[in-house]
């Protein structure tokens, strides 16, 4: 079996996938929101959402809108969002390898907690994927799929949260990895109360998603280099076997004493 320490591919893959999620909704977002908002182009940009009146406007006076009509442009720029969610399912599948490496196996609890997390954002992806991709073709999928992904929050917000404080309460993984996930499950219902930031549906409910998990994924991205990445501050994966090696300690002094006074 190989070390945890040792690079591992998924935890590589998961890794580079959530920093590039995270990435994706910083790109999209003020195209996105601006177009929605705006229609594509706003009369009055100084009552709009910060990153509309901001990055939206700047990316209005050089013609980013331009190209096709409204329609177009909306479909243009959001069939590449689904990806943010396969990079959030990536990335969560690599954390929770990663802890169940660190810990030599996980319980029920984060088990079941990862599976209800994993499932309703795998579901929110097809959901986005319906409405951005097939939805530029059939009115029925860009409702039918929207629909799908705000029903699946309601399976992945109480998973990640769920997830996050098992995380924090098995005390394998630094503690702020367990807040991470909190945070990222906690920010969709917290995103619809965002007035003056970005004012859109989905990347306003997965802002702090696409924080945490860039975030997250640095970290995996690190822990797959062998750096150090239990709470403990041990440089291993396995603080059992730590705890075998500091129980040896005083029968290896006993035995260099006796040996001393054979001497």
């Not at 399976?155 to 503690?175: E, M, N, S």
């Not at 924080?211 to 239990?230: E, I, K, M, S």
């Amino acid at each position: 079996m190989s070390q945890p320490n040792q690079r591992d591919a998924l935890v590589s893959l998961g890794g580079a996938a959530a920093v590039l999620a995270g990435l994706i909704w910083l790109v999209l977002t003020p195209f996105m929101a601006t177009i929605w908002i705006c229609d594509p182009v706003c009369v009055d940009w100084a009552a709009q959402p910060l990153i509309v009146r901001t990055v939206g406007r700047f990316l209005a006076d050089r013609g980013a809108f331009t190209f096709a009509d409204a329609y177009g442009v909306y479909f243009a720029y959001g069939r590449y969002f689904p990806l943010v969610y396969l990079g959030l399912v990536l990335g969560l599948a690599a954390l929770h390898r990663q802890q169940a490496q660190a810990a030599g196996g996980v319980g029920p609890a984060l088990r079941w907690s990862y599976r209800a997390a994993l499932t309703g954002l795998a579901l929110s992806g097809l959901g986005d994927f319906a409405s951005y991709v097939l939805g530029a073709w059939s009115q029925a999928a860009w409702s039918v799929g929207f629909g799908v992904e705000v029903f699946a929050w309601l399976v992945a917000v109480p998973g990640l949260l769920a997830y996050g404080a098992f995380t924090l309460r098995r005390g394998v993984l630094p503690r702020w990895v367990g807040w991470a996930v909190v945070a990222a499950g906690a920010g969709v219902p917290l995103g619809f109360l965002d007035l003056t930031l970005v004012r859109y549906m989905p990347n306003s409910q997965l802002l702090l998603a696409a924080a945490a998990f860039t975030a997250l994924g640095v970290f995996l991205l690190r822990v797959a280099r062998g750096r150090p990445a239990a709470c403990t501050g041990l440089d291993t994966f396995e603080p059992r076997a730590q705890e075998h090696e500091v129980e040896a300690h005083p029968l290896a002094r006993e035995g260099a004493e006796a040996g001393g006074r054979l001497a």
